[in-house]
């Protein structure tokens, strides 16, 4: 019973180097979600996507790119890594409006 | 845009005492979920709630929903140490029709034995 699954699990990045945070989920939901927590801040929406081929923004999404191909898949691309994107970035996926999120584990990312 | 003002951001209590947790906003949510987030992993959903004035029981955690649809609460009774965590409410926009949540800052509970 995978549900969503995230990898990796932790990476430490230079600046200016890119990333893929992968994120993939076995429940067949139209609906994905792409967040990142800081200490105190909650977590807040960088992109999501309703179904393959559909991506928007969300919240925060400058430094980050996503792409939808499938309905299971839901990557998280940085191309140029700033100590500001330190954070641990959580996948979600839910069926519809109202309806429960299914989380990651996260991914624990630093800059340095 | 919508707000989730979560109060008190931390709490410390003795096991076995009783707790309160709240979620206000300005906006109206169609509805408002609870999540319960442990170190390392992601939030788990602990209820939801989609009519004014409904209160749910989850064996000691009571979530009531405000009559307006725009605040909820989290009672938790006689806290134990398993209960510690990061509590985190999120409130459906509805009408959008994409699923997205606004999340409020979270509480975090510490229940010491």
């Known amino acids: 019973n995978a549900g969503v699954t995230q990898t990796p699990k932790f990476r430490i990045l230079k600046i200016g180097q890119s990333m893929t945070l992968q994120c993939t989920q076995d429940?067949?939901?139209?609906?994905m979600y792409w967040y990142r927590q800081d200490p105190g801040m909650g977590l807040k929406l960088i992109y999501y996507?309703?179904?393959?081929?559909?991506?928007d923004k969300g919240e925060v999404p400058n430094g980050y790119n996503v792409s939808r191909s499938t309905t299971e898949d839901f990557p998280l691309r940085l191309e140029l890594a700033a100590p500001s994107q330190t954070s641990v970035y959580f996948c979600?996926?839910?069926?519809?409006?109202?309806?429960?999120?299914?989380f990651g584990d996260g991914t624990r990312l630093s800059i340095l | 845009t919508q707000l989730l003002e979560q109060s008190p951001q931390f709490l410390s209590i003795q096991e076995g005492e009783n707790l309160t947790v709240y979620c206000n906003s300005s906006?109206?949510?169609?509805?408002l979920q609870w999540y319960r987030q442990e170190p390392g992993e992601g939030p788990v959903l602990l209820v939801t709630?989609?009519?004014?004035?409904e209160v749910k029981k989850l064996k000691r955690l009571t979530f009531q929903f405000g009559d307006a649809r725009k605040d909820s609460s989290l009672h938790i009774t006689a806290a134990q140490p398993g209960d510690t965590g990061l509590y985190l409410c999120a409130g459906g926009a509805g009408g959008s029709n994409t699923g997205k949540l606004i999340f409020g800052q979270g509480t975090t509970l510490q229940v010491k034995p």
């Open positions: 979600a996926s839910s069926w519809g409006t109202d309806q429960p999120q299914h």
């Open positions: 996507s309703v179904g393959a081929g559909i991506t």
């Open positions: 906006s109206v949510f169609s509805s």
């Open positions: 429940m067949n939901h139209n609906y």
């Open positions: 709630v989609v009519t004014g004035g």
